[in-house]
């Protein structure tokens, strides 16, 4: 087994060098424009704030333009030994999928969590390793960061996470933007926050979230960082009525396969 975990990351390794060798080679000869609803991005006041640039240039996600009824759900800081087996069993119920940005150094410690996300066709999706603020660090502490949670992917499910990518806190800089572009990773934010992490109460997130869905929204939860009852709860309400409204919950990935047209920079 320890063979074969030292075989695993040294194959990671080598793929992550070889692509990231080919993208900087391609990315002063490639200019990629962003979906409607995702903007190219230079971001240095670490709240998601950004303007147009050229040297920087790499997908924000907040919402995807679609005609159709669709949403997702993400769900960051996870697994969680408590609250992620409820939503998963919510999920299951409902006939939902969602995208979960989990943390690296997490996957190593819930091994099973992870393969049951995926077993049930959701989404994992990069969150970090160790989840620390990174608009102001280094471009190479990014870079580790992203390898490690990869890593960490690799280990327990022998494949790559996809590579859309949440700053912790939804902070980031150039460092974050520069270090996304050069490994081929999509930022992904949301445009409707549950705002679950202040835990404001179970009838404030219904009401929130129910008030402002529409299309193509990215919905923001937290299956972990605290006690999360309240979301569970809230989701029980959630998810049952929107899909009576007629959406249909998908991950980050398919929802960008709905975008109804491309916008170039």
Do not use: C
């Amino acid at each position: 087994m320890k063979y074969m975990r030292v075989y695993m990351m040294l194959k990671f390794m080598r793929v992550y060098l070889i692509k990231k060798l080919a993208l900087a080679a391609m990315s002063g000869l490639l200019t990629l424009g962003p979906l409607v609803g995702i903007q190219l991005a230079k971001a240095d006041t670490g709240t998601g704030t950004a303007t147009d640039t050229r040297k920087s240039q790499v997908d924000v996600i907040r919402n995807v333009p679609t005609n159709a009824k669709l949403l997702a759900l993400t769900f960051d800081d996870g697994p969680s030994e408590t609250f992620t087996p409820q939503i998963l069993k919510l999920l299951e119920d409902y006939h939902a999928k969602a995208t979960f940005f989990v943390i690296g150094s997490r996957i190593e410690r819930y091994p099973d969590l992870i393969r049951e996300e995926l077993s049930e066709h959701n989404e994992i999706a990069n969150h970090s390793y160790s989840h620390i603020l990174l608009q102001r660090v280094p471009v190479s502490a990014v870079y580790t960061e992203l390898l490690k949670e990869q890593q960490a992917m690799l280990m327990v499910t022998g494949h790559e996470a996809s590579h859309l990518f949440r700053p912790p806190r939804g902070r980031f800089g150039k460092s974050v933007l520069d270090a996304a572009r050069q490994s081929g990773y999509k930022i992904v934010l949301w445009s409707v926050d549950s705002r679950d992490w202040d835990n404001p109460g179970t009838g404030y997130i219904v009401k929130h979230v129910l008030k402002d869905a529409k299309s193509g929204d990215i919905l923001l939860f937290h299956d972990q960082g605290g006690n999360r009852q309240q979301t569970v709860s809230a989701l029980r309400t959630i998810i049952p009525e929107l899909e009576r409204r007629g959406y249909q919950f998908v991950t980050v990935s398919e929802l960008l396969e709905h975008a109804t047209h491309l916008k170039s920079s």
